[in-house]
């Protein structure tokens, strides 16, 4: 069974940066797409930012410009760096990877790292 292992939450100050990784406990390479998802009190779950195995990506458009998504294939890790942070960015942030084989998709999650932005 896969294992996502998030770290990098924290709070930060409005215009401060902060970086999440995520660590899978196999290789990445297995995966189709890595991303990131964010989920505020009271709002939906919303993807925020996603690679794909061939590194493709693609941010949602309140992040762009802002936020950076990467991966470390040696370290089976994934990272989302997250700049010119704002408090509307304040969530519970959750790494995913999916992977698709004969026909069957398996998504997994990490165990979501707080960010919290004060403003």
């Known amino acids: 069974q896969v294992q996502l292992v998030e770290a990098g939450g924290g709070l930060v100050q409005a215009g401060g940066s902060l970086r999440l990784s995520c660590a899978a406990s196999?290789?990445?390479?297995?995966?189709?797409?890595m991303g990131w998802y964010r989920q505020a009190p009271g709002k939906q779950r919303e993807l925020v930012a996603f690679i794909t195995r061939g590194g493709s990506k693609d941010y949602v458009d309140s992040v762009k410009g802002r936020f950076s998504i990467s991966r470390d294939n040696a370290n089976n890790t994934w990272y989302l760096q997250m700049n010119s942070l704002k408090p509307e960015d304040t969530a519970v942030y959750y790494c995913n990877a999916r992977s698709a084989k004969f026909g069957t998709t398996t998504n997994y999650w990490g165990q979501g790292t707080q960010v919290t932005v004060s403003s």
């Open positions: 196999g290789s990445i390479y297995s995966f189709n797409v």
